[in-house]
């Protein structure tokens, strides 16, 4: 029954995250006001930013969701643990490549090249993007056990160790090659209705992701549960 | 009188089943223990756990070393100890097929601390019925010789010690014809009149009678534990040649330099693709092209055919993939295994010559200045940081085919953190072709970016190496 009503909640909630994601993309396109060109130089493209930051931002908290399960299962070996670890990383995944791929095609407008070495941002979330993708193809291939499990966790926790040293090569890196600049401008801030359009988006995405987590976290136990009625099955044909 | 294995309060689990639960065991000397029960029962588990080859949920390993101490070599908090001298026979043979008959035996002998000489190895195949076959690379036996090698290779160490050893044996009779299983009963008779314990796997009910102990597996009621009595035996057995250095880690170097001098695919799958790239640099940029993109893209094509050989997977890595021949490797090894074959996978010859062909080719072009006649002189620094770099990257393969399917996995996607060490080499080459070697330690001298490349390279093989051994 609990699982019924979470499955629901879930599906609720993927579906408005879901509205208000294309809601923001189309406010993005005609309620959002146009940049100015310079300090621009490509305007049109910057609309691209209301679904780059929400899209970054989320892909943090579920980073985060997949850090707590691997530590959680390679310090107690919960199985709670190691189903969050699998969350984290299929929603770290989808997230992160939205940040990946809306960041190049927004760099190569703006700053005439894709992908900036010096940008630690862009390289970390580049580096714990590939780990993910890398959990993600690797919990789908490999048989389920202790061993696989206890490997995919370490290689979680790996890369999350990476991260400080990517930061301090990449901060050295850039003392030597000054990041590109997305614009430069005199004024601070946001104009209140771009910021209005990425409150949306932001919230949005949070919405869509709780969504997803709901209903990757329920597929992952019944997944646990099937395994669990097959063995027994194995056992009855078996012994 | 201490037992040679003693296991206790032995929980794993295979995904969330519990496969053993609270098991208490002993090995002692002079027994056969043969553990039985249906398919996926936990036996082969308990085998190889017993070995510590498996993570555990809760409990502790220890074994009795020569010294009559116990020592742990695995628990539940991640701790290990490296096993003492011990058989090994592993359900698959845990051979590479490139080894000859004889470098197998001799190789456990030695990885056990036994003196060894060519006629001692000469009898002991012979036993066998592999004599004939001593020079032969494994590869060209049949199944069941190389099945008979196998379990050779596990009883050895014990036959060849004067003090009592354990010998672990999955399923060692599988394959034998009815000779070979006639003379492992007597073999594992005479052995334990002789003091040593042997844990074995088995479905067979010949190889059940002669064990002292019946341990069955049964899921419904837990393990059952059958007794028999043996007389002592009078089979005579090849004599003990006394105890030697036990040389682990010089043997793993010898195999993997053996292997590779026998058949060099590590260094041919390294070189090609990076002979490869610097013919494609060379066919299709021409001199100007090459003028204009300046010192920095000079510099990266310099190092990118050093860069591809150590990125590329390990030879080893398949090496070891072949019969779970690195599963028998990680045994007898223990903990440092995964330190030392991350060192010895990774390409140690290539980088250098590498980057001074790079650097032949590439200055044909036409980048020649006179100025550039001491970089030639400074390229072997980044050349030997560049072997850091194929440590880390050798660390990641190897992190990589812990996972059961190894060839079901895309290591590439980790190999990107190496990226920083590269670009940070090129930098202090752009450095050395600019303003001459300095040796400095600010952001804007070479050795500064070299030390930096080097750092983060080990950092990176530091936490592929540590972490999963955690």
Redesign the interface.
Known sequence: MFMVSMKHYGWALTCIGGAGVLLTAVMGYTYAPMVQSPPFRSPEAYRILFWHVPFAWTSFIAFCLLFIGAITWFLKREEWGWVLFCTGADLGLLFGLGVVISGPIWGSAEWGVPWDWGDLRLNTFGLLTAVTLFIVLSRRSQPDGIDTRDTLSTIGLFGFALVPITAIATSVYQKRHPSVVIAQSDETGLDPKMLEVLMIGIFSFWILMVGLSILTFLAYKLESELNNLLQLLDDEVVH | MLPLIQISDLD??????LIISEMNFELFEGEVVALVG????GKTTLLESSAGM??I?SGLISWRNEGFEMKLVRDSEGRRGSLPPMGLTLQKNGMSGEETIEERLTTVLAVSGCHYDSTKVSQLLNYWGLEHRKSDRISQLSGGLARRLAVLSGLAPAVMSEKPRAILLDEPSEGLDESARELLVDWLRALASKGHGVILATHDPQIMLAADRIMEF???RGVSVKKQKHPLSNFDLPKPSGNAKISKISSLFHWAYRMEKRNPIDTISRFIPSILALLLIHTLINEDEISVAGPDFVAAMILLPSFISVVIPPALISRYAEENCGRWWGAVIGPKFRTFSSIIGSSIILPLPLIYISWLVITDFGVQREDLGAVSSWLWLPGIVMFSVAIAASALHL??S????VG????S??L??L???F??LV?ALVMIMNDGMSFGFS??EPLS?IF?SFS?SI??WA??VY??DS
Request: with cysteine; proline share 4%; hydrophobic share 50%.
């Open positions: 794993i689990h295979r995904g969330n089943r249906s398919n996926g029962c498996h993570a949920s049964d899921e419904k992190l990589v812990d996972l059961r399917r079901a996995s895309a290591a996607l980790l990107l953190v990226v920083w060490p670009l940070e930098d952001l804007d970016m930096l983060v950092l990176v936490i592929s972490l999963p």
